[in-house]
């Protein structure tokens, strides 16, 4: 019979941790903090200053999308908030998304915004002769 006798093989090097096997580990992090978490912390402060500031006649946007204006500041965490004229809601402070602003103040010399220069014309129609505006190009 052919029966060999089988040998155990020694073991290989032992498993120990090495930079060169963490580092990509280290880089995933490093990537994560800088581009997810360090961000998310500091809308989180800002929203928290944001919040901290609110005074009574600030016009605000709630978590929901209601617009108003804080009528009264209760307590640390809850506003009063008319959204029309006589109706009135208590707000969690937490849950206002925007606080705007009583008003922009105007500018100086009166000059009005590039957005606002057409505004205050009315759209006109043209009419279309059925030329097309390559043709027209080429006319010229």
Known sequence: ???TPAFAQAAGG???LDLTSMLP????????YFLLIRPQ???MKAHREM???VRRGDNVVTAGGVLGKVSKVIDDATVQVEI?????IKVLKGTL???RSKGEPVKEGG???SSDAGSDKTPTVQKHDGSSLLSRFLKK
Do not use: P, Y
């Open 97 to 99: 998304s925007e606080v």
């Open 111 to 113: 000059e009005k915004d």
């Open 1 to 3: 019979m052919f029966v």
């Open 41 to 43: 912390q500091k809308k």
């Open 84 to 88: 029309a004229e006589g109706v009135k």
């Open 25 to 32: 580990l280290v880089l995933i992090f490093v990537v994560f």
């Open 14 to 16: 032992a498993g120990g």
């Open 51 to 53: 919040v901290a500031s």
